[in-house]
Antibody, heavy 118, light 110 residues
Framework: EVQLVESGGGLVQPGGSLRLSCAAS????????LSWVRQAPGKGLEWVSA????????YYADSVKGRFTISRDNPKNTLYLQMNSLRVEETALYYC???????????WGQGTLVTVSS | QSALTQPASVSGSPGQSITISCTGT?????????VSWYQQHPGKAPKLMIF???NRPSGVSNRFSGSKSGNTASLTISGLQAEDEADYYC??????????FGGGTKLTVL
């Protein structure tokens, strides 16, 4: 059974940093691209970042480019998102998702909540 | 880049068919056949319903179908059921190597 379990969310002040993790199991981790997608409370989905199966290629939404870094550790079956210079409007539930960089994500985690507030 | 345009809400009675549109530009929806549709029930993670414009993942009911014409993609749900009541989001790959979502459509089954 495919499982994606996010962790690392919490309360952080504006301008602060946070590192999210996504532990994967039930599939050949190193064969699939992965993405982070966020959803602000009561709002729609917003794609944040994606990484190729090898980790060689990374992609970012303009809104996070230069502040967020996506990475993966294939031997540990774990995806990461380092978030720096966080803004209040980035308060959201952050999901990791398995699939393709073109946007077809067939499995999603349950999300980890990031709250940016002073 | 702006989000893809979806109607905020649609509704239909059980057994009827409804269609949700998703309008973009030639740089996203019109430029690639990488349009996906997701269903999200309250408090749950999104579920992939359609990928590559018109393909259904294994396990998704054939009551769900997708199509595209120019810069507009569409999701049609036939034989509406109460369990179809949810939020629906389209997404598209773009020429900037990013993915755009639509703003979401709330489907109400009357």
């Amino acid at each position: 059974e495919v499982q994606l379990v996010e962790s690392g969310g919490g309360l952080v002040q504006p301008g602060g940093s946070l590192r999210l993790s996504c532990a994967a199991s039930g599939f050949t981790f190193s064969s699939y691209a992965l993405s982070w997608v966020r959803q602000a409370p009561g709002k729609g989905l917003e794609w944040v970042s994606a990484i190729s199966s090898s980790g060689f290629s990374t992609y970012y939404a303009d809104s996070v480019k230069g502040r967020f870094t996506i990475s993966r550790d294939n031997p540990k079956n774990t995806l990461y998102l380092q978030m720096n210079s966080l803004r209040v409007e980035e308060t959201a539930l952050y999901y990791c998702a398995k699939g393709r960089v073109t946007g077809e994500w067939d499995y999603w985690g349950q999300g980890t909540l990031v709250t940016v507030s002073s | 880049q702006s989000a893809l345009t979806q109607p905020a809400s649609v509704s239909g009675s059980p057994g009827q068919s409804i269609t949700i549109s998703c309008t973009g530009t030639s740089s996203d929806v019109g430029g690639y056949n990488y349009v996906s549709w997701y269903q999200q029930h309250p408090g749950k993670a999104p579920k992939l319903m359609i990928f590559e414009v018109s393909n259904r993942p294994s396990g998704v009911s054939n009551r769900f179908s997708g199509s595209k014409s120019g810069n507009t993609a569409s999701l049609t749900i036939s034989g509406l059921q109460a369990e179809d009541e949810a939020d629906y989001y389209c997404s598209s790959y773009t020429t900037s190597y990013t993915v755009l979502f639509g703003g979401g459509t709330k489907l109400t089954v009357l």
